[in-house]
Every structure is written in structure tokens, then in C-alpha cells.
């Protein structure tokens, strides 16, 4: 008899971040590269430094926060942290404006267990 065949996680993503991130980083990139290539005494220097600053965040905001589901687990990645449950673990999960995973023992106001992810 042949193992049962395992699956990739699958990803869930919001697709308005992701249209955020990449409207955001193409207005950074078309504003900062136009004081880079056009602008005058501190200009250059200035739009370079904030680039080097926002486009990190920006990438750490809009496309790296993502939920993995798998048949054996959840994991819920953040900018700051990365929470993995097995789904035995898993009470209830809520999603609006965030995502909160609740999980077994855990109260929602202790913190232990429950996840945001914006």
C-alpha cells in the first residue's frame, strides 16, 4: 500500500495588499528615482536614504504576511513573527481587518495563543 500523497501548503494572501504594495513601491520608485536622477544639492542623498528605509517596510507590510494551511497545521506569518498550530489546536479562527487564530488554552485577552495578523 502507497503512502498518501502530500500537499504543498496552501497560501492565502490578501490581494489588496499586494496591489498596495506594488502601487506603493512604484509611486517610491518613480518619485525617489526622479530626486535621484533630477534633483539638486541633498536631494539624491535624501530620496536614497528614504528608499532604503520604506521599501523594506513596505515589502514587510504588503507581501510578506500570508497564511499556510496544510492537513496537519496552520501557520500564520506576520512581519514581526511567524505562529505555527497544529489544527487540533485550533478553535476558532477570525478574519476582517485582521486575522486572529485562537487556539486551545488560550484566552483572547492573555495574548498566549491568539495571533494577529494585519
Known amino acids: 500500500m502507497s503512502e498518501p500523497q502530500k500537499y504543498a501548503d496552501r497560501v492565502y494572501r490578501s490581494p489588496a495588499a499586494i496591489l498596495a504594495g506594488i502601487l506603493l513601491l512604484g509611486l517610491g520608485g518613480w518619485l525617489g528615482g526622479d530626486a535621484i536622477v533630477r534633483g539638486d544639492g541633498r536631494a539624491p542623498v535624501t530620496a536614497a ?68 495578523s494585519r
Open 49 to 116: 536614504c528614504v528608499l532604503l528605509f520604506a521599501v523594506p517596510l513596505v515589502v514587510a507590510f504588503t507581501f510578506r504576511p500570508a497564511v499556510f494551511a496544510s492537513d496537519e497545521r496552520v501557520r500564520v506569518r506576520n512581519p514581526f513573527r511567524t505562529v505555527t498550530a497544529p489544527w487540533g489546536t485550533v478553535e476558532a479562527i477570525r478574519a476582517s481587518y485582521s486575522t486572529e487564530l485562537l487556539a486551545a488554552g488560550s484566552s483572547p485577552g492573555a495574548g498566549a495563543g491568539v495571533m494577529t
